[in-house]
């Protein structure tokens, strides 16, 4: 049986529930993942929890989860790993990193931040989440380095794993991973629809649809509630499914009116005049005359 120990950062807030979790995962080498803020007592509980460390790994560079690595990694005379962090070594898809009698491989997993990598243990069906999954909650996702549509790839990949349990950046352990998993998915189709829903009555600003679809939620959330929903307009425009007028947070936006290519009539996305594959044809056999039309 694997051992995981989980040492929690004092550093609870609004975005970290009780803290950040940091998993020292096995012993004799141990593997600690997100050693959080450099808070030094809680660098050194570490240390002396982790004994001999084969290595120090980082989910992603956020605040809360990527400071204190360095140090840890000084302290504990171990190389760290990340996919994008300063002074650490970088992280492949898919690596695979030893420690005492188990394996963690990292999988990239972008969506809370493009740099986000989870670490999966298949012996046990231990998954290593960081903030693409939390033990509350769901996971924020703030562009543009956060990303939806590749967040729902994540979560799908996260799917293909077949966890059994979550080890997550913030939050109480997870036993049923797959419900978990699945109920995520089913809460970004669900604020989906609302999105869909609050833009159906006309061009509206971010502002407004917040308010609609967070009513009664306290205030202090609503910005975040805001980058949220705005995650979920870029989606449904890249999908051509939104379109805005005006940029930025003072934009207007609304359901996209599905147009038909002016070629072969099939539907097109967002603005373009032609379907891909006529935009092809036109390219490599010059049909100017067809573009110079009406
Ligand atoms: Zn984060
Ligand atoms: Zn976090």
């Known amino acids: ?37 450099e808070i030094p007592s809680h660098l050194e509980e570490l240390a002396r929890v982790a004994g001999r460390v084969a290595f120090v790994l980082v989910t992603h560079d956020h605040p809360d989860h990527a400071p204190g690595a360095a140090a840890l990694a000084q302290l504990a005379g ?26 963690l491989t990292a ?7 493009s740099d986000h990598v989870v670490f999966h243990e298949s ?12 033990g509350r909650g769901t996971s924020f996702i703030d562009p543009p380095d956060g990303d939806l549509t590749q967040y729902l790839r994540s979560l799908k990949l996260m ?23 699945r109920e995520y998915v089913e809460h970004r189709a669900e604020r989906e629809r609302q999105v869909l829903a609050a833009l159906g009555s006309g061009p509206r600003s971010i502002d407004d649809m917040v308010q609609e679809i967070y009513a009664g939620y306290p205030a202090e959330v609503l910005p975040l509630a805001a980058r949220s929903v705005l995650a979920h307009l870029l989606k449904l425009e890249g999908e051509g499914s939104a379109a805005r007028d005006g940029k930025a947070d003072g934009a207007a936006w609304s359901v996209a009116v599905p147009r038909e290519c ?33």
């Open 262 to 294: 002016a070629r072969c009539g099939k539907p097109v996305k967002g603005r373009a005049r032609y379907c891909s594959i006529c935009s092809l044809i036109i390219l490599q056999e010059g049909e100017t005359g067809a573009a110079a039309d009406a």
């Open 159 to 181: 799917q293909e794993l077949a966890p059994r349990t979550i080890y997550p950046g913030h939050g109480p352990v997870v036993f049923r991973a797959q419900d978990k998993l």
């Open 107 to 113: 999988v990239h997993t972008p969506g809370h931040s």
């Open 123 to 134: 012996g046990e069906g231990a998954l290593f989440t960081g903030d693409a999954v939390v």
């Open 78 to 103: 171990a190389p760290l790993h990340a996919w994008r962090l300063k002074g650490a070594e970088r992280i492949r898809d898919h690596q695979a990193f030893d420690g005492g009698g188990f394996s």
């Open 1 to 37: 049986m694997l051992r995981i120990t989980r040492v929690l950062a004092p550093n609870a807030d609004m975005y970290t529930l009780d803290g950040t979790n940091t998993w020292v995962v096995g012993a004799d080498p141990s593997i600690v993942i997100d050693p959080g803020p």
